[in-house]
């Protein structure tokens, strides 16, 4: 089992910028995937970005495509999610998760999630 824990969320103004961590315990870290999702109040879970176990692929969801960027340190145990040029439109709950197959973007092919972190972005 794989335990996940999220932090650097916050309140920013609109155009700023977070970065999220994602630290994992409980097995090896490189080997898996992992994924970031987000969910606003009212709103399903969406799907944000993903990562490979080695890095070598990143996805996005257009609405973040070029301006979210996702990486990962082994070494560490870390995921993290730069957030740059934010909308009040990213506010959510962001959450990660881990995968070992499957298409990234669909959330029923990961297996541990976190407790989410929550990002407010005021216009």
């Known amino acids: 089992q794989v335990q996940l824990v999220e932090s650097g969320g916050g309140l920013v103004q609109a155009g700023g910028s977070l970065r999220l961590s994602c630290a994992a315990s409980?097995?090896?870290?490189?080997?898996?995937?992992m994924g970031w999702f987000r969910q606003a109040p009212g709103k399903e879970r969406e799907f944000v970005a993903a990562i490979s176990w080695n890095a070598a692929r990143t996805y996005y969801a257009d609405s973040v495509k070029g301006r979210f960027t996702a990486s990962r340190d082994n070494a560490r145990n870390t995921v993290y999610l730069q957030m740059n040029s934010l909308k009040p439109e990213d506010t959510a709950v962001y959450i990660c998760a881990n995968i070992y197959g499957g298409s990234y973007s669909d959330s029923r092919n990961y297996q541990s999630w976190g407790q989410g972190t929550q990002v407010t972005v005021s216009s």
């Open positions: 409980g097995r090896t870290f490189s080997s898996y995937g």
